[in-house]
């Protein structure tokens, strides 16, 4: 992971891992073949399954323990524990989801809680956010690209909690981004006034990420 090179397409999903481990690669998987009449990103395959790839080990977050705090640039903050964050409206959305890895999965049920509705009452300005994990995972993104119903703080997929592997208890989910976007295990939101890069980021990855750019590094 100290790498100054992005890492290819095809090797670890870039999401929420626990930096300071030198932990193996989790092992690839075999793509499917492309749905007939449905639309893919540039570069992307069709996965059937949910392919479990990180760079690390996972983290052990217990719900009784979890919060997420939403840090303004005033220095401002507001958290939610697990129960309050059970106790707001919760939405369901199925979305298509797209790792940089080139794996794309069609259709996806989650359950989870706007970030509409976690930052209406935030006092804030900026156009950025740093969106921290567990395990010290770090990535940016536009306050445009988590608000107007595009992002959640998802903790059900598929009907059920939502497993370690993909970040439960609880991962932002930013389904019209890159999935390294989605932080796994996610404990925080720092809104900026100036961007600035989060961890995969730092080492080539492109800011924003769009798969319909094929934004997968820096120039792209």
């Not at 300071?20 to 395959?45: E, N």
């Not at 995972?137 to 059920?160: E, M, R, S």
Request: glycine share 12%; charged share 20%; aromatic share 10%.
């Amino acid at each position: 992971m100290t790498s100054a090179n992005p890492p290819a397409p095809g090797g670890p999903d870039p999401v929420g891992s626990d930096l300071s481990s030198g932990a193996a690669l989790t092992p690839g998987f075999r793509g499917r073949a492309r749905p007939k009449g449905v639309t893919l990103p540039p570069g992307q395959y069709a996965e059937e399954g949910f392919p479990v790839l990180s760079a690390g080990p996972t983290p052990n977050v217990d719900s009784s323990t979890w919060s997420f705090t939403v840090t303004a640039e005033s220095g401002a903050t507001r958290s939610w524990t697990w129960a309050e964050l059970m106790a707001l409206p919760q939405d369901e959305p199925t979305v298509d989801i797209h790792c940089v890895t080139r794996w794309s999965k069609f259709g996806t049920r989650w359950r989870g809680v706007s970030l509409d509705v976690l930052l209406a009452d935030v006092e804030s300005t900026a156009d950025f956010a740093m969106v921290g994990s567990y395990g010290g995972y770090t990535t940016n993104l536009p306050v445009a690209d988590l608000l107007g119903g595009k992002a959640w703080i998802a903790h059900t997929f598929d009907g059920k909690p939502l497993h370690p592997e993909h970040g439960g208890p609880a991962r932002l989910l930013v389904p019209h981004l890159y999935f390294w976007k989605s932080a796994k295990w996610v404990r925080s939101l720092t809104l900026m006034p100036v961007d600035r890069p989060g961890f995969w980021e730092k080492l080539g990855y492109h800011d924003l990420g769009d798969p319909w750019r094929e934004q997968r590094y820096q120039g792209d």
